[in-house]
């Protein structure tokens, strides 16, 4: 009995408190590992995101853009007046001002068609994509490249009704290159559908592969 007693108890653990620290310290090293994983993968998201718009050609359109239109004032905020501040004990209701076109944020997104020496270009695909300040709302839709509309008259050319997407190949011709291109076809949208561009931002088929790869 003494000797079976005392063989049992040597096969009792002597120390427990070493197993809980050798869990503790595996925790933290899988958090630490984790934490390290995410910071790189974080670190290369920015560099990857910084790389795309460093290779953004940003072209500025002239200053004169529209000014082969009429401005209209037809959609004009509203002069904001300063009211005096009154101090009521109960809640005063304030009404929302109406939307206007100050609220609205279009840009032209251009897939431009031309290859590698070719000296045509053509816009092959254009959506506007419409941003609403007001409703917090984002809306995209494609102008039809075979739409038969009125050209507009620019740098002394006078022009008849064509498909829409000639507008773009003769701005590129007569207005020296992708700005002239973009405020003809801007024009275009104006005298056609009352759209006011506010940016326009252009892909090649060149950009298109850089961007997918």
């Known amino acids: 009995m003494s ?19 050798k869990g503790l310290k595996i925790f933290l090293i899988v958090l630490a590992v984790l934490l ?41 905020r509203p002069p904001e007046t300063e009211e005096e501040e009154t101090v009521e004990e109960t809640t005063v209701e ?13 840009v032209l997104v251009v897939g431009q068609a031309s290859r590698a020496g070719e000296e045509a270009n053509m816009a092959d695909t254009t959506m506007l994509v419409s941003l609403n300040t ?17 050209l507009p008259d620019y740098k002394g050319h006078q022009c008849g009704r064509a498909k829409f997407t000639v507008c773009y190949n003769l701005g590129y011709q007569w207005g020296d290159g992708t700005a002239g291109a973009m405020e003809m076809t801007n024009i275009c949208l104006r005298d056609n559908f009352g759209i006011e561009v506010d940016y326009n931002i252009e892909v090649s088929f060149d950009g298109f592969i850089r961007m997918i790869d």
Request: proline letters at 4%.
């Open 36 to 76: 390290v994983l995410i910071l790189i993968a974080a670190a290369v998201g920015y560099w990857f995101i910084q790389d795309k718009l460093n290779k953004m050609n940003v072209i500025t359109l002239p200053e004169d853009t529209y000014v082969y239109t009429e401005a209209t004032d037809e959609y004009t």
């Open 94 to 106: 304030t009404t929302r001002p109406p939307m206007s076109a100050d609220d609205i944020i279009n």
């Open 134 to 150: 007001y409703t917090k709302e984002v809306t995209v839709f494609s102008i039809l490249r075979d739409s038969f509309v009125k």
């Open 3 to 21: 000797y079976h007693g005392r063989f049992e108890q040597q096969k009792q653990p002597q120390n427990t408190g070493k197993k809980g620290n």
